[in-house]
């Protein structure tokens, strides 16, 4: 305990002794620091659904499954290029009826109740990304498009959609789903629903607008649908979308409109946000010209664009939080980085081209990944297929996932134990370097208290949700969650970065006291 008390003073030391105590962080005009009126606090303990979509996600990208890609179902595609091409055709040939028993029947039996079983049980998924198109939604939403002319194969799609976050809910598993095909397209390629090549969302206003009302359409929705741990906007938007349509392949320049969207003057807006990023290193010329050594040696410096989020970070309470995900990535490499290798290394290579990359998608300010991909024609999917990679050992969820009702309930016991006096003296250090860091300066530490007992219980909250279920949970959206409790508690003004302070370390705490950082 002494070893961790004596932790959290050298962070808080070295987080500031370069500089003057931050009273007035950078950029602190934004709207919750400078309003220095507390707000009656609505804080509560969080909600089964809070923890669902606010804990680490160790999750899998459902597949060609609502959105055709060929290369992943070559025979339901039968030859066509996209889902569009793939239904006109089997319109044409087999009518609407036809096709949509057909369609009906992928949506519905590809993922079986024994497949849902295992990636809950067995590969220990928290979530999956539910990739759709505006056409999903239903006829309504095909009328004036290219799918109009096979709108009523999708009468039923939209119920179908729901049927399957019914389904993994059951099972303690989330769904985050992923307008992955919008009007026009979003980018060229095939994922978008279309071969035709275009980009056509971002130049037309009618696109545009279908695409509002399709998400509008999903929000709505998902308020009574339970399951749903978030909508994501725009998949893969292309390089010149602009603003518009701006996505994470440009990471730095996501992670700045974010901010700014997040903290705009005179709005507090609670609506969080995650920036969706994907890694691959097999399409780049870059990547293809470094073995797999070299590839892997990378890994742990990737993201260095995300701020600081150590316990003694207080950029939320100065500026605005960053929080992202990995939405996509896989144990592929391109056959010339594989060249570079003698033929016996790959195995082991793959797998720790893996578990690199699930030690870091875990990390810093990311919320957890999800793998590409869980369902194809060809299963067990090779370097591709999450299932494949699960069983050899490639990539592996978080270990704290798989503890007994057992190792929970006597981790939690002793960090109990140990919570009053370890928070006592963690306040006590942090009362002492202040008054000694300025003298003169009136704090308000009572906050550094309190955000502590809240990241502490909020923690714990998480950590024993699974109550008989086995397994247990952390914060993985730390810095929207942080955002969330820091409106909710209802304090402003110059010193709420003790309260940010204190809540981090809470948080830090508590995880190092069951050992969850370790798992």
Known sequence: MKKLVQKAKAHIRSSSSSSSPPTSPPHSSHPINTIHHPHPSTISPPTPLEVLRYRHHFGVNLGSIFVLEPWLFPKFAGGASSELDAVTSSVKTNGVEATRQKWEDHWKNTVTDQAFGWLANSAKGTSIRLPIGYFTLGPDFCIGTPFENAKD??????????????????????????????????????????????????????????????????????????????IQLCNEACWDA????????????????????????????SNPVIIDTHKYYTFADKHRSQGAQELIYRIPSELSELPDCSPSATHISSGGETQIIIGEYSCVLDGKSWEKSPPDMKEGLVREFGLSQCEKWKSGCSA????????????????WGFVEQVKKGNIIAPAYMSWSVEEVRGKLRQAEEQKVGVMERMVKEHSDYWTEASPSKEFQHDLYEKGW????????????????????????????????RMLESGERGEFLWEWEQGFRWGVKTFESCVEINRA
């Open 453 to 484: 007992d809240l990241g502490w219980e909020d923690a714990k909250a998480f950590f024993c949700s699974r109550g008989d279920g086995g397994g247990a949970d952390k914060i993985g959206c730390l810095e929207i969650w942080i955002k969330k």
């Open 153 to 230: 194969v999708y009468e039923n799609s939209w119920t179908i959609v729901k049927e399957f976050i019914t389904r993994a809910r059951a099972l303690g598993v989330g769904v985050l789903i992923d307008l992955h095909a919008l009007p026009g397209g979003a980018n060229t390629d095939m994922h978008s629903g279309s071969s035709t090549g275009k980009a056509e969302l971002w130049g037309s206003k009618k696109n545009l607008e279908l695409a509002k009302k399709a998400l509008l359409f999903i929000a709505n929705e998902c308020k009574n649908l339970d399951g749903v741990v978030g």
């Open 242 to 269: 602009g603003k518009k349509g701006i996505d994470a392949w440009d990471l730095s320049s996501a992670l700045r409109w974010t901010k700014e969207r997040n903290w705009k003057s005179g709005h507090v807006p």
């Open 368 to 383: 957890g990944s999800y793998f590409w991909t869980w369902k194809m024609e060809w299963m067990d999917g090779g370097g």
